[in-house]
């Protein structure tokens, strides 16, 4: 079992920052593939992106390349999402998620977050 919690989320204008965090319970942490997902007023859940066990290996979706960074800490059981030149379309819930295999696809991960909200106003 992995519990997961976010946080981090919060209200910024077009353009600016944020750093998203997900900490997980359990001793097996890097052994699972981490992935951001998230959701639109409205909209169905989509990728955001994922990094492997070791952190060597990320995906991301286009809409978020090169603006968005994932990494994380495995030593603190962490995971982030790193968000700048942030757009109003990226409003959303924001969702981490636990896998044992490498994946984009919402019901390969296993173990989900509560989930944390971004608001980006114009």
């Known amino acids: 079992q992995v519990q997961l919690v976010e946080s981090g989320g919060g209200l910024v204008q077009a353009g600016g920052s944020l750093r998203l965090s997900c900490a997980a319970s359990?001793?097996?942490?890097?052994?699972?593939?981490m992935g951001w997902f998230r959701q639109a007023p409205g909209k169905e859940r989509e990728f955001v992106a994922r990094?492997?066990?070791?952190?060597?290996?990320?995906y991301y979706t286009n809409s978020v390349k090169g603006r968005f960074t994932i990494s994380r800490d495995n030593a603190k059981n962490s995971v982030y999402l790193q968000m700048n030149s942030l757009k109003p379309e990226d409003t959303a819930v924001y969702y981490c998620a636990a896998d044992r295999m490498i994946s984009i696809r919402e019901y390969d991960y296993d173990y989900w977050g509560q989930g944390t909200q971004v608001t980006v106003s114009s």
């Open positions: 990094i492997s066990g070791s952190g060597g290996s990320t």
């Open positions: 359990g001793r097996t942490f890097s052994s699972y593939v």
